[in-house]
């Protein structure tokens, strides 16, 4: 089975710009999961969609959004980009049997955004 | 709230020495999970064990071992006879069970480990 895909795996914008980073499951996975990685912050868990529908968000300004398609492929956008956005923006996908138990989450390699 | 806390920033070894990675979890949380992920230059999260909170049996995985205690909320992982291609950043990480958790993993900040030849 095919792992988590993520493009692009490097970008560079510079500020003010916006992008759009892509995120595609494993076949079958219906839960998608966003994450910004930074040295300064660590691992910090941005959103979650499952079945098109954004069921959980982090604390980060709306300038960062996304959304979950019927294949279960997501995006993520961020809007008028800022110096502080760079960092390594990583996607993982579950299972999701069921509502009541917590899937192991499978990691993508990953978008490394750098913001000039 | 969540909190993961993994005091060892970074540890160094000597191929075939016995490493342990340290993890000290918080949460109000009756049910929970506990995960341990690598990370190698590549960038990748590797997902490596799982454990519920209700399961505290330990475990072993070839030269992996896992030692969770709820008592002192710690997840502790050992590495046995390191080999060089341990070489990574090791990820602690908790989730509850769903709610306000879902599809979120709390991260501790990582400890980084070298092994050297």
Redesign the interface.
Known sequence: KAGVTQTPRYLIKTRGQQVTLSCSPISGHR???W?QQTPGQ????L????SETQ??K?NFPGRFSGRQFSNSRSEMNVSTLELGDSA?Y?C?S?PKRG????D???????T?LTVL | AQKVTQAQTEISVVEKEDVTLDCVYETRDTTYYLFWYKQPPSGELVFLIRRNSFDEQNEISGRYSWNFQKSTSSFNFTITASQVVDSAVYFCALSGPGGTSYGKLTFGQGTILTVHP
Do not use: I
Request: proline share 3%; no cysteine.
């Open positions: 839960s998608v999961s994450y660590g691992l910090q868990f959103f979650e969609y499952f069921r959980n982090g390594l990583l993982a579950s509502t009541s138990d917590t192991t989450q499978y990691f993508g390699p990953g490394r």
